[in-house]
């Protein structure tokens, strides 16, 4: 079965500055999506960014982007120049490119922006 | 463009009485999802509706729990009698039926429904 892991429960980074959030994941699959989520209080959660497997460039998305390392199984979000409005909770997910269409999450990272 | 709502925001109720949440998908959605956070832990796939029709109800903890999506518009999970360790937040998110690959099945999230049993 297929795991998400988020090693990282909270981040503080200061307002203007780059944080990075960590995810690994593990699956026996070739080709698989991934994807990272922010959830903000109380609101919508959204998606920031996703990642095809047989895609070797790594996505980015304006401020986001991501580090792909697919022999490590390693997918981390980088946030460039953080505002206060990046404060939320950050969610690392996966799915199947075949199959079912179930996303699987990690247990998420709280991030603070500090002004 | 309305995104998926999901009524109500915050429920209490006491051990052994019934719930029900509530589900609107975007317009136009045949795909719908219903996953469940509980306190700490991931986030984790319930059911999976096309339309009317469940696809997939792996993820369903127990026979407590019933969803319905009648006439393929909203759905419904009721959680009849509730228990303690059903606590937790309830998302619901719907996606497009796209030909091609999933890629383009974006899922779109609610900002779910907090339940919390006494």
């Known amino acids: 079965a297929q795991t998400v892991t988020q090693s990282q429960p909270e981040m503080s980074v200061q307002e203007a500055e780059t944080v990075t959030l960590s995810c690994t994941y593990d699956t026996s699959e070739s080709d698989y999506y991934l994807f990272w989520y922010k959830q903000p209080p109380s609101r919508q959660m959204i998606l920031v960014i996703r990642?095809?497997?047989?895609?070797?460039q790594n996505a980015t998305e304006n401020r986001f982007s991501v580090n792909f390392q697919k022999a490590a199984k390693s997918f981390s979000l980088k946030i460039s120049d953080s505002q206060l409005g990046d404060a939320a909770m950050y969610f690392c997910?996966?799915?199947?490119?075949?199959?079912?269409?179930?996303?699987?999450f990690g247990k998420g990272t709280r991030l603070h922006i500090l002004p | 463009e309305a995104g998926v709502t999901q009524f109500p925001s915050h429920s209490v109720i006491e051990k052994g009485q019934t719930v029900t949440l509530r589900c609107d998908p975007i317009?136009?959605?045949?795909?719908l999802y219903w996953y469940r956070r509980v306190m700490g832990k991931e986030i984790k796939f319930l059911l999976h509706f096309v339309k009317e029709s469940k696809q997939d109800e792996s993820g369903m903890p127990n026979n407590r729990f019933l969803a319905e999506r009648t006439g393929g518009t909203y759905s419904t999970l009721k959680v009849q009698p509730a228990e303690l360790e059903d606590s937790g937040v309830y998302f619901c998110?719907?996606?497009?039926?796209?030909?091609?690959?999933?890629?383009?099945?974006?899922?779109?999230f609610g900002a779910g429904t907090r339940l919390s049993v006494l």
């Open positions: 317009s136009g959605h045949d795909n």
């Open positions: 998110a719907s996606s497009q039926v796209l030909p091609g690959r999933k890629a383009k099945n974006i899922q779109y």
């Open positions: 990642q095809e497997a047989y895609k070797q």
């Open positions: 997910a996966y799915r199947s490119a075949g199959g079912d269409d179930k996303i699987i």
